[in-house]
């Protein structure tokens, strides 16, 4: 019965994150980042990886500004 309980918290937290469209943006980049290490996807000098960088970070603070409430409540 502990087991079952256990694995029904981690799945509630697992699904309130995956609400979150910080959570998936954050996942997006995981696996950009993945490809872009294994298969060279982006070829790109220092200048265009700051400028992504940029980006990335830009978008994670609109991110911020549009969340309205933690994920325990969604």
Do not use: N
């Not at 982006?42 to 603070?61: H, K, L, R, Y």
Request: include cysteine; glycine fraction near 6%; charged fraction near 15%.
């Amino acid at each position: 019965m502990l087991w079952r309980q256990i694995k029904e918290k981690v799945m509630d937290k697992a699904r309130q994150a995956l609400r979150s469209r910080t959570v998936l943006f954050a996942l997006a980049i995981a696996c950009l980042s993945v490809m872009q290490g294994f298969v060279h996807f982006i070829p790109a000098s220092p200048v265009v990886q700051m400028t992504i960088g940029c980006g990335i970070a830009s978008g994670i603070v609109v991110l911020r500004y549009m969340t309205t409430q933690p994920m325990s409540e969604k």
